[in-house]
């Protein structure tokens, strides 16, 4: 596609329900990324993929919250059990990775989480 | 653990003059520092790259500078328009060039350009 596109835009959900936040990188980009932004705050990172396996899971905040990767294309996100502190712009972006590739992310517009 | 600052408070500056913004880090070493733009209810968008080797870095009104012995990246926009009014982040890349890899942010600056 011409962009990262995320799904759904908005999303509002009851404490305790789970949510499966999806990402559509852009075709080729072989590195994809999640980051959460919480309101007025800088980009907090959750996890990388290089192709399908993920070799830095180190910012996901609790085992509440998964990611998985189909290839080089989609992912989601998973969030169990969801709490008020969740809620957040969640924001996917890819990359090429290679020589010469200068990581340069290209980000979705995001998904913004709303807990009840 | 890696620390990122930028200014907090937001930059209200006249349009035509030139916006300074600045990025400050400590306990890390990147290979390479990335500035994005992000305006309201959108993903960022890249600007420029710096690597850790280069002092500065232009970009039509753009420059970046790099200072990786006071651990200092300043980010300058001249001639400044109304239109550059936005959230301005940091990013600390990897340690190693040209490897995948998170992207330490800071909080960004929040520029406003008055006509």
């Not at chain 1, 309101?39 to 998964?66: H, T, V």
């Not at chain 1, 890819?94 to 009840?116: D, H, K, M, Y």
């Amino acid at each position: 596609g011409a962009g990262v596109s995320q799904s759904p835009s908005n999303k509002v959900t009851e404490k305790g329900k789970d949510v499966e936040l999806r990402c559509d990188p852009i075709s080729g980009h072989t590195a994809l990324y999640w980051y959460r932004q919480r309101l007025g705050q800088g980009l907090e990172f959750l996890i990388y993929f290089q192709g399908n396996s993920a070799p830095d899971k180190s910012g996901l905040p609790s085992d509440r919250f998964s990611a998985e990767r189909t290839g080089e294309s989609v992912s989601t996100l998973t969030i169990q059990r969801t709490q008020q502190e969740d809620s957040a712009v969640y924001l996917c972006a890819s990359s090429i990775l290679g020589a010469g590739a200068l990581n340069e992310q290209f980000f979705g517009p995001g998904t913004r989480l709303t807990v009840l | 653990s890696q620390k990122i600052e930028q200014n907090s408070e937001a930059l209200n500056i006249q349009e035509g003059k030139t916006a300074t913004l600045t990025c400050n880090y400590t306990n890390y070493s990147p290979a390479y520092l990335q500035w994005y733009r992000q305006d309201p209810g959108r993903g960022p968008v890249f600007l420029l790259l710096i690597r850790e080797n280069e002092k500065e870095k232009r970009k039509e009104r753009l420059k970046v500078t790099f200072d990786t012995t006071l651990k200092q990246s300043l980010f300058h926009i001249t001639a400044s328009q109304p239109a550059d009014s936005a959230t301005y982040l940091c990013a600390l890349g990897p340690m190693i060039y040209n490897q995948g890899g998170k992207l330490i942010f800071g909080q960004g600056t929040e520029l406003s350009v008055k006509p």
